[in-house]
């Protein structure tokens, strides 16, 4: 059943900015909408997916979304939220970045034959033609200087200085909103918060040019609890690219979420209705050791960007990361498996004739790896019955024997619940 749009994104805290007369418009009847996707990568991150969500509870509502591929834009550059020039693409990359992106927006929208199917457009489409003279003739002549320099993309960069590409970018991304108001009928564009300047300039184009209604909503942008940037990692971007971020580091990033972002994630990420959410939250409350809520998050989310059994592997691998396992779980994974689930874990290599038939658990900890200070220390924590090889605990005579690699050539060494290391014979 078609829901209210506004309302939707209202309860789930995904409204920052609305153009007055926009719910009223939107109930009035089907609609067309749009948000742009700068095709900059080959794959979009976990900070899209605010925006992604959007067109999904766009189309749930009966609406027909529209994702425009700034094929002509990713050769400008948006200043928005840019504190400085970016680098500019070919046509051969941008191409291939568009195709990767649509696959990625087909695993969310339906691009399917109904009549509130998804399309994806592609900016370059009507720009390759266009002439500059025909563009500050037809564009430029309508939007004044003054007005452009009022925005806050612009106003933030007048110091440091910005290139007239860049300055221009406004124009072209109102051209845009012009051109699928007139040929596609969108009369609202959607996106982030530091769009509302772009998105406006696109509103008042259609109001000058045609005097067709516009309209324009704006998500606001996700900021984590602890101050730092949402969808960053110490390894950086969390991709959806599973080749770029595997499932297993995906599922972990929304696993260690706080209690306070994952109260707001499982609203924005998620299509759980209120009655769910509670259901979840108070269950979470009362057991929150248990992270229920976080896993919740990763389940749904890591399901739908990478599917039902890319979830599975995800489990296993936490299961093997910080669950009770054995040696023969281990054994069990494929060479890619294991090094996902142990991405980012320290590695140390020896070589073949310096392990010979076997080496002491004392030198793999110490002398032959550096894995710990000393041998003093690895002997302390291994009476301490602290250490583990292939998740299960040794003594301080073992020897780590051919028979322990696994596929042949590696071990897992482990000191407590937390640190791993990875001992590779080549």
């Known amino acids: 059943m078609p829901t209210n749009f506004i309302a939707e994104l209202t309860w789930r805290g995904m409204v920052h900015d609305i153009m007055p007369g926009t719910e ?6 089907v609609s067309c909408g749009y948000i742009g996707f700068d095709p900059t990568a080959d794959s979009l991150h976990v900070g899209h997916l605010v925006q992604i ?15 425009l591929v700034g094929g002509a834009t990713g050769m400008v550059g948006d200043p928005s939220g840019k504190s400085k020039e970016r680098n500019l693409l070919d046509a051969e990359t941008l191409n291939h970045n568009v195709a990767c992106v649509k696959g990625q927006l087909e695993k969310f929208l339906d691009f399917s034959s109904a009549e509130n199917s998804a399309e994806m457009v592609n900016n370059y489409d009507w720009f390759k033609d266009m002439s ?33 590409t860049e300055f221009s ?3 072209v991304q109102g051209y845009d909103y012009y051109h699928l108001n007139k040929y596609k009928n969108c009369i609202v564009q959607l996106g982030g918060s530091d769009q ?6 696109g509103t008042e184009l259609i109001r000058r040019k045609s005097g067709n209604e516009a309209y324009a909503v704006t998500t606001p942008l996700i900021k984590k609890a602890d101050g730092t940037k949402f969808g960053k990692t110490e390894g950086g971007s ?4 599973p080749e770029k971020t595997s499932p297993y580091a995906f599922y972990q990033f929304w696993l260690n979420s706080s209690d306070e972002d994952s109260a707001n994630y499982i609203r924005i990420f998620t299509l759980k209705s209120k009655e769910e959410i ?6 979470h409350n009362e057991m929150p050791h248990l992270r229920i809520l976080q896993k919740a998050i990763a389940e749904d989310i890591t399901k739908r960007v990478h599917g039902e059994k890319a979830l599975v592997v995800a489990l296993a691998a936490s299961a093997i990361l910080f669950g009770k396992s054995t040696a023969e779980d281990l054994k069990a994974l494929s060479e890619k498996d294991f090094f996902t689930i142990f991405e980012g874990v320290q590695q140390e290599h020896i070589s073949s004739a310096i392990f010979g038939d076997g080496i002491s658990i004392v030198e793999a900890l110490s002398a032959k790896t550096g894995f710990l200070a000393s041998n003093g220390e690895a002997r302390r924590e291994l009476k301490a019955n602290a250490i583990s090889v292939n998740k299960e605990k040794i003594g301080e005579d073992f020897i780590i024997q ?16 937390k640190h791993n290391y990875i001992l590779v014979v080549d």
């Open 402 to 417: 051919k028979e322990h690699l696994i596929n042949g050539k590696y071990v897992l060494l482990g000191k407590g619940k």
């Open 53 to 67: 969500m959007t067109l999904v509870h766009f189309q749930r509502a009966g609406h027909k979304p529209f994702a």
């Open 196 to 201: 509302w300047g772009n998105i406006v300039t």
């Open 132 to 164: 500059f003279l025909d563009f500050i003739r037809d564009v430029g002549k309508h939007i004044s200087v003054n007005y452009m320099l009022s925005k806050d993309s612009v106003k933030s960069r007048l110091e440091t200085g910005m290139s007239f």
């Open 24 to 29: 009223e418009a939107l109930n009035k009847k």
């Open 238 to 241: 969390v991709w959806l690219d």
């Open 278 to 283: 509670a259901s979840i939250e108070v269950e």
């Open 169 to 171: 970018y406004q124009l």
